[in-house]
């Protein structure tokens, strides 16, 4: 009797139950505004807004794009870079750019 077919059935089930959506979620303090997101749930959430589910909404694997508002005249631009863990803040009077550091589960 072959066993791979059985091991390799297992082996995937065991990765993915391992691999839930809630163990990508990554949270950052960019100088005092609290950034969360998930790449696989494609969340995006600054400030306590979500962005993910307003227009003009891209994640790629860098970056993170949304708005705060959707008039053009008032809208606040927000890019996250995942490499460069920082925040950027663009309106019509400049731009904001803020370190963010991870904040980790305490797995205690």
Same mark, same amino acid.
């Given at each position: 009797?072959?066993?791979?077919?059985?091991?390799?059935? $297992?082996?995937?089930?065991? &990765?993915?139950? #391992? $691999?839930?959506?809630?163990?990508?979620?990554?949270?950052?303090? $960019?100088?005092?505004?609290?950034?969360?997101?998930?790449?696989?749930?494609?969340? &995006?959430?600054?400030?306590?807004?979500?962005?993910?589910?307003?227009?003009? &909404?891209?994640?790629?694997?860098?970056?993170? &794009? #949304?708005?705060?508002?959707?008039?053009?005249?008032?809208?606040?631009?927000?890019?996250?870079?995942?490499?460069?863990?920082?925040?950027?803040?663009?309106?019509?009077?400049?731009?904001?750019?803020?370190?963010?550091?991870?904040?980790?589960?305490?797995?205690?």
């Amino acid at each position: 009797m072959n066993l791979n077919p059985l091991i390799t059935v $297992c082996c995937v089930f065991a &990765f993915f139950l #391992g $691999c839930s959506s809630k163990n990508l979620d990554k949270e950052f303090d $960019c100088e005092g505004t609290k950034v969360q997101f998930n790449d696989y749930e494609r969340f &995006f959430e600054v400030g306590g807004m979500e962005l993910s589910a307003q227009q003009d &909404f891209f994640m790629n694997q860098i970056t993170i &794009f #949304g708005k705060f508002n959707q008039n053009i005249e008032e809208a606040i631009i927000v890019t996250f870079n995942k490499i460069n863990q920082e925040l950027e803040l663009k309106d019509s009077k400049g731009i904001i750019t803020k370190q963010c550091i991870e904040l980790l589960e305490d797995t205690n």
